[in-house]
């Protein structure tokens, strides 16, 4: 599959942020959970803010959920976060290595060589790996269209 670099840049940049979009997201859900009912949240991601004005709803519960919920932030962490569990969980244990090895172990910040040393694979085979990784999660977010069925993907 043909992936373009900007999404492949795009897709690695939210693998090696994924412990951080987690974070972020149950931190922006807090916020709003504890906001008062007039107040409203600034969604600093997209320079947003979620507010239910309007709305006709005065019950506290029923509008920070309908906050929540009303997010593109909060969606788009949610869709990336989906995409990205969903994708690694299917990934044989190899590529599950690389990955953790790649994307987020990044106080030991490995090269795609030193990655296939300790997978006693090639540097090609990393690579090819990560664009085949990349071009699942990009697939997951309806960022590219793929003819391949996905589990030949990810075959060893």
């Known amino acids: 599959m043909y ?24 931190e922006l859900k807090i916020e709003i959970a504890e906001a008062g009912p007039q107040r ?3 969604d600093e991601k997209l ?14 519960t029923e509008s920070k959920v309908l906050q ?9 962490m949610e869709q990336i ?9 299917r990934l044989p244990k190899e590529k599950k290595k690389m990955v953790e090895l790649k994307y987020w172990r990044q106080q030991e910040r490995l090269t795609d060589g030193g990655i296939a ?21 990009a697939e997951e977010l309806g960022l590219v269209n793929s003819g391949c069925p996905k589990d030949v993907r990810f075959g060893s």
């Open 68 to 76: 929540i919920s009303s997010s593109v932030s909060i969606r788009w």
């Open 117 to 137: 040393q300790r997978l006693y694979v090639s540097p090609r085979t990393i690579r090819r790996w990560k664009h085949e990784v990349c071009g699942a999660i």
């Open 3 to 26: 992936l373009r670099p900007d999404i492949e840049a795009f897709i690695e940049g939210e693998l090696r942020n994924y412990q951080r979009t987690k974070t972020d997201l149950a």
């Open 47 to 60: 320079q947003v803010a979620v507010s239910i004005r309007g709305s006709g709803i005065n019950k506290p």
């Open 81 to 89: 976060i989906r995409a990205i569990e969903s994708v690694t969980a």
């Open 40 to 42: 409203p949240v600034l």
